[in-house]
């Protein structure tokens, strides 16, 4: 069955800093699609990419990036010069892609970032 | 705005109650889906809807409750006979199909309910 676990609860750190959020996920499928949103304070959650899972290159844009490692399930988000608005709770998620039916997105509990002034 | 519109935004009520959301998906996406969300936990999958057909329900989802997606554009979703623990924020996304594959899901902003 898919899972996905981001043991980060919680995490503070100071404007400006580097912070990785990490992401472990369990599947039975060789095609699968990971995900990263976003839920900032007000409530709605905003994508942030979808990589498919032959697609092993990183992914960088501006001030984030995401490392996708199959050979450890993983796949890491790291903010880079963090700044205040950064501060959510982001979520994990993966949808398998067995045949076109079986193919529901599974989130994580998501890691709730803080960004101190 | 032609985002995901979901209402009402918050609803209360009494134990035993029946309650209805209603979810407007963009216009041009195939699949609806229904999480629910409780504090502090990430969005938990209770359905979801390719055009009008209901293609997988979750074990969370109990009798009490009931989804559909008439004609394939929006979608209700009924809680019959409320309880405590049905108080959530349930939160509708849409998504298109990319390459017969799941897209990412636009999120609405979620309709809280309260049971009291």
């Known amino acids: 069955a898919q899972k996905v676990t981001q043991a980060q609860t919680e995490i503070s750190v100071v404007e400006k800093e580097d912070v990785t959020l990490d992401c472990v996920y369990e599947t039975r499928d060789t095609t699968y699609y990971l995900f990263w949103y976003k839920q900032p304070p007000s409530g709605e959650l905003v994508f942030l990419i979808r990589?498919?899972?032959?697609?092993?290159q990183n992914e960088i844009s501006g001030r984030y990036s995401w490392n996708f490692q199959k050979s450890t399930s993983s796949f890491n988000f790291t903010i880079t010069a963090s700044q205040v608005v950064d501060s959510a709770v982001y979520f994990c998620?993966?949808?398998?892609?067995?045949?076109?039916?079986?193919?529901?997105?599974?989130f994580g509990k998501g890691t709730r970032l803080h960004i101190l002034p | 705005d032609t985002g995901v519109s979901q209402n009402p935004r918050h609803k209360i009520t009494k134990r035993g109650q029946n309650v209805t959301f209603r979810c407007d998906p963009i216009?041009?996406?195939?699949?609806l889906y229904w999480y629910r969300q409780t504090l502090g936990q990430g969005p938990e999958f209770l359905t979801y809807?390719?055009?009008?057909?209901?293609?997988?329900k979750s074990r969370l989802l109990s009798d009490r409750f009931s989804a559909e997606r008439p004609k394939g554009s929006f979608s209700t979703l009924e809680i019959q006979r409320t309880e405590q623990g049905d108080s959530a924020m349930y939160l509708c996304a849409s998504s298109p199909i990319v390459l017969q594959n799941t897209g990412e899901l636009f999120f609405g902003e979620g309709s809280r309910l309260t049971v009291l």
């Open positions: 998620a993966l949808s398998e892609a067995i045949v076109n039916r079986d193919d529901k997105i599974i």
């Open positions: 990589r498919n899972s032959f697609d092993e």
């Open positions: 216009s041009e996406h195939n699949r």
């Open positions: 809807f390719q055009n009008e057909a209901q293609l997988e």
